[in-house]
Nanobody, 115 residues
Framework: QVQLVESGGGLVQPGGSLRLSCVAS????????MGWYRQAPGKQRELVAR???????DYADSAKGRFTVSRDNAKNTVFLQIDNLKPEDTALYYC?????????WGQGTQVTVSS
């Protein structure tokens, strides 16, 4: 089983930025479209961004213009840069495969946006 480890979250003020990272435990990562998901309290987990093996990305409407997904296949890592953070971005952020969920969920990384 591939394991996923997310990091980079934290408490930030509105307007701030964060760069989240997700490392996969196996190089098979490189052939998968990868996605970033988030789950806010009381809400369902949602896909916010995904990137295919060649680096082509797409975003949920809520993420367009402020979120940038990228990947480093040599390091089995996918990143999510979030700029101009808003309180509504507060959530637990996870990565997984971006088309159908293929691997166990990691522990996620908490993003809290508050003044």
């Amino acid at each position: 089983q591939v394991q996923l480890v997310e990091s980079g979250g934290g408490l930030v003020q509105p307007g701030g930025s964060l760069r989240l990272s997700c490392v996969a435990s196996a190089s098979i990562f490189r052939i998968y479209t990868m996605g970033w998901y988030r789950q806010a309290p009381g809400k369902q987990r949602e896909l916010v961004a995904r990137i295919d093996p060649r680096g082509s990305a797409d975003y949920a409407d809520s993420a367009k213009g402020r979120f940038t997904v990228s990947r480093d296949n040599a390091k089995n890592t996918v990143f999510l840069q979030i700029d101009n953070l808003k309180p509504e971005d507060t959530a637990l952020y996870y990565c997984n495969t971006g088309v159908t969920i293929s691997w166990p969920w990691g522990q996620g990384t908490q993003v809290t946006v508050s003044s």
